[in-house]
């Protein structure tokens, strides 16, 4: 029998192949698309609505879902359906979310006088301000209020600014001090331990430099209660849906908008401004509001030191395994084994670095070095070094199997035609072989970032935690602090998504940090692809 | 176009000029010497029992059919030989009277008397000043003044130096294969060398560019001596003035290049000139 012309072109297997990689692409934008709605929609500020149940309740907020209603092997399951509120105002209602069956609700409006309150803590305030006070003056009521407002909350935000400035910066700066003074003490303490010497001098500079930084420290704590004093004196009192009422410091206002008054292009505002918000800020109430930056600075940190200390490594290793081993049974043992520990689970590295990085390297440091402070740990602990370490052992079987292809990849008539002018292997190697292997190397080295940057798991048993106080970079000597713990946008995620005491407000966080985390690893990943290429543009091998 | 003309016609033009140039070059000192040399890769073995002396200042041609062991008698006159894993020489080869295989040698030297055109151009990706002085940053010299020198004077040398003089800075691999090969000699020049050593530096070349490399080697004989590979027998006839024939690793025929091409002694020989086999 002759089968179809089209069957013995062999079209089948271009479906096959087709439909494959089709189903991959489909998978993948999937993904990305789930990912974008869910999260990019959380920061969009959306009408705030008034329904009016029968029974003569009334609530406001914002519908953030609806759905058909489960009710198995009755007639109306799956015909009715319910929508889920978000309330804010969780320290009048104790929740801030809730369900609403479709079929009791009376009426529905949006009421123009309704506003959305971002605040220090509790979550978001929704209702209508109703009097502006000054201490005990009333400053305006009704309708009066909002305009009298907004100038109180820019200098709200002004007023944060400074407070931060002082409570974050000054203070943690005297407090830094005073720690290095009192480590400093316990150093001379052990010191006078060992040979007995008393060391009253060196006792007393440290005393007189604490009483210093407590002076400091008294002088900035005034000046502290000074500000807050006057940034704190003006409150707002709202009215809730139910009539309830909250009096909230304007201090404690990051945003509030009108929801309902709002044109496309306020709310584009809004929503540009929770967006940088979320970017650039710290997280407040337990990571589920505020912004995620110290987990951006944290991965962005901990993949650049992963990179400096896997890409080295690996081509040096790579470097001797293609060009100086002989080759034979012994290279190529060792070859499968750096392929298999490139399959070898996160976790297991993730046990090692904890148990040789952080407690048999580290120990040994903080014993040889920082003996005064034990028993408390300095680098025996988790931090971005030894979480950078153990990600970078990670990912070096990637690199060195990414350089020695490009390194047998470089033209041997190259090598020769250095050899052949008087050059030495290592002169070879240095100045033809590394620079024309160069571009292969840096895919290893995205590869390796790819892996490293979305690995959580060894992060987490190695220096990783839910909120860093402060960044392992910042202005004290000597700058960048390898022994401090970290954030990473992928335990993060985690985090929030698993870890959090309120799952409804948490779970936006969810996918607008899993947005962050992809944007983070495709913009280290370009950056090196265009130094790879401009490379591969520098380098590029003659055609014949 | 002279890449066709006939070996008969070409025996006789090279033999009325080759009897001038043995006057002016070819001072009939021996450059090279190598003395019964066997080479073998693992257990076959490539050369068998080579002796032969080859002249200062003169161009001596290889040839032969393929895997006949010229090119591999020609790198181990620069020890290249000695970058692949399991070659064993024996026998002594000595460069104006330095045994280049003693143990007192040093390798780095060696090749930087003896340079090397390889079959392929194969200049490095880097601007093609910097192919030229390549040899010369290696070895240490830094001296822009010097290096400048060096290059303009390599290039001129290679004949190439009015076609690039104006875009050093460009990539060697900008360049057409002709341009390219001429680099790659300019380059082996660069470091002065004794000796430079071709294995079959036109065979990727079209007739034009393969006549330049050709008038090349006319000129670079009065510096340099010149041992060349090819499998152009013609290109033997016209460029060279002693011509060695090889068959399987054995040395059949060694003379000047116009008697071997004229009255061969060995029927071997003979039948490969006339193109009856290889």
């Known amino acids: ?544 | 176009m002279t890449a066709v003309a006939s070996p008969q016609d070409t025996g006789i033009r090279i033999r009325t000029e080759v009897k001038t140039q043995e006057t002016s070059a070819g001072t009939g000192h021996s450059a090279i010497s190598i003395e019964n040399v066997n080479l073998s890769y693992g257990d076959n073995q490539a050369l068998h029992d080579i002796s032969m002396e080859i002249g200062e200042r003169q161009v001596t041609a290889f040839i032969g059919p393929s895997g006949c062991g010229k090119s591999t008698l020609l790198r181990c006159l620069n020890r290249m030989n000695d970058l692949i894993d399991d070659v064993t020489v024996t026998g002594r080869i000595t460069v104006r009277g330095q045994d280049i295989y003693s143990p007192a040698t040093d390798v780095i030297e060696v090749r930087r008397r003896v340079g090397m055109v390889f079959q392929k151009s194969n200049p490095f990706p880097k601007s093609i000043y910097e192919n030229v002085v390549y040899g010369l940053r290696i070895a240490g010299i830094s001296d822009k003044k010097v290096l400048d020198e060096a290059c303009e004077r390599s290039l001129r040398g290679a004949a190439l130096w009015d076609e690039v003089k104006d875009r050093l800075d460009e990539s060697g691999l900008g360049l057409s294969g002709g341009q390219m090969q001429r680099l790659c000699i300019a380059r082996a020049i660069a470091v002065e060398p004794e000796i430079i050593l071709m294995d079959e530096p036109c065979s990727a070349l079209d007739p034009i560019a393969t006549l330049k490399i050709e008038e090349l080697i006319y000129s670079l004989k009065e510096r340099y001596t010149i041992v060349i590979v090819t499998h152009n027998l013609q290109q033997a006839a016209r460029v060279s003035d002693r011509t060695a024939f090889f068959w399987l690793g054995r040395l059949v025929e060694y003379d000047q290049t116009p008697d071997m091409f004229t009255r061969p002694k060995d029927k071997l020989t003979e039948d490969y000139i006339t193109g009856r086999f290889g």
């Not at chain 1, 944060?160 to 400035?165: D, F, K, L, P, Y």
């Not at chain 1, 008294?218 to 709202?238: I, P, S």
């Not at chain 1, 650049?304 to 060009?323: D, Q």
């Open chain 1, 1 to 544: 029998m002759k089968l179809p012309l089209s069957i013995r072109r062999g079209d089948p297997m271009v479906w096959f192949t087709g439909s494959a990689l089709g189903t991959c692409l489909l998978l993948i934008a999937g993904l990305i698309v789930i990912v974008l709605t869910n999260g990019l929609g959380f920061f969009w500020p959306s009408a705030l609505v008034e329904l009016t149940l029968k029974d003569g309740s009334k609530w406001l907020g914002e519908e953030i879902r609806r759905q058909a209603i489960p009710n198995p092997g009755s007639d109306d399951h799956l015909r009715e359906h319910r929508v889920q509120l978000k309330l804010g105002n969780r320290d009048l209602l104790g929740y801030d979310f809730k369900w609403i069956d479709e079929k009791e609700i009376a009426s529905r409006r949006e009421p123009a006088d309704a506003f959305y309150v971002e605040r220090r803590e509790y979550g978001p305030l929704l209702g209508t301000p109703v009097a502006l006070k000054d201490g005990e003056r009333v400053l305006a009521e009704g309708d009066a209020v909002w305009a009298a407002l907004q100038p109180l909350v820019a200098k709200a935000e002004h007023d944060r600014a400074a407070i931060e400035q002082i409570e974050k910066h000054e203070i943690g700066e005297i407090n830094y001090r005073i720690e290095q003074q009192r480590l400093a003490l316990k150093r001379i303490e052990y010191r006078e331990k060992q040979d007995g010497v008393k060391r009253e001098a060196e006792r007393a500079a440290v005393a007189a430099a604490v009483a210093a930084q407590e002076e400091r420290f008294r002088g900035k704590q005034q000046e502290l209660d000074r500000l807050l004093a006057t940034a704190a004196t003006t409150y707002v009192t709202f009215r809730a849906a139910d009539g309830a009422e909250k009096e909230l410091s304007t201090l404690d206002i990051y945003r509030i908008y009108p929801a309902n008054q709002l044109g496309f292009g306020g709310r584009l505002a809004v929503y540009a401004g929770r967006i940088w918000e979320f970017m650039s800020a710290d997280p407040r109430e337990s990571n589920t509001e505020g912004g995620i930056f110290p987990a951006i600075f944290g991965t962005v940190m901990m993949v650049i030191l992963m990179s400096l200390m896997a890409v080295p490594f690996g081509v040096l290793a790579a470097l001797y395994l293609r060009e100086y081993a002989k080759q034979g049974p012994l290279v190529r043992i060792v070859r499968i084994a750096v392929n298999n520990l490139a399959g070898v689970p996160s976790i297991v590295f993730g046990v090692f670095g904890l148990g040789f990085f952080v407690y048999f390297v580290g120990g040994g440091i903080d014993r040889m070095f920082f003996p005064e402070a034990l028993p408390t740990p300095t680098y025996g602990t988790g931090g971005i070094l030894w979480a950078s370490l153990t990600l970078a052992l990670l990912t070096v079987p990637v690199v060195i199997v990414a350089s020695e292809e490009a390194l047998a990849a470089v033209p041997r008539s190259m090598r020769e035609a250095s050899i052949a002018t008087g050059a030495t292997k290592f002169q070879t190697i240095l100045h033809v072989v590394l620079p024309a292997a160069a571009p292969g190397i840096l895919t290893g080295l995205i590869l390796a970032m790819a892996r490293g940057a979305g690995e959580v798991a060894p992060l987490m048993i190695t220096g990783v935690v839910k909120l860093a106080p402060e960044l392992p970079l910042d202005g004290f000597f000597p700058f960048f602090h390898p022994d401090r713990k970290f954030m990473h946008l992928g335990f993060h995620i985690y985090d929030v998504g698993f870890q959090s005491p309120n799952v409804e407000a948490a779970m936006p966080m969810v996918y607008t940090t899993t947005i962050f985390l992809l944007l983070i690893i495709v913009a280290l990943n370009l950056t090196a692809i265009v130094v790879r290429n401009r490379l591969r543009r520098k380098y590029q091998t003659s055609a014949f």
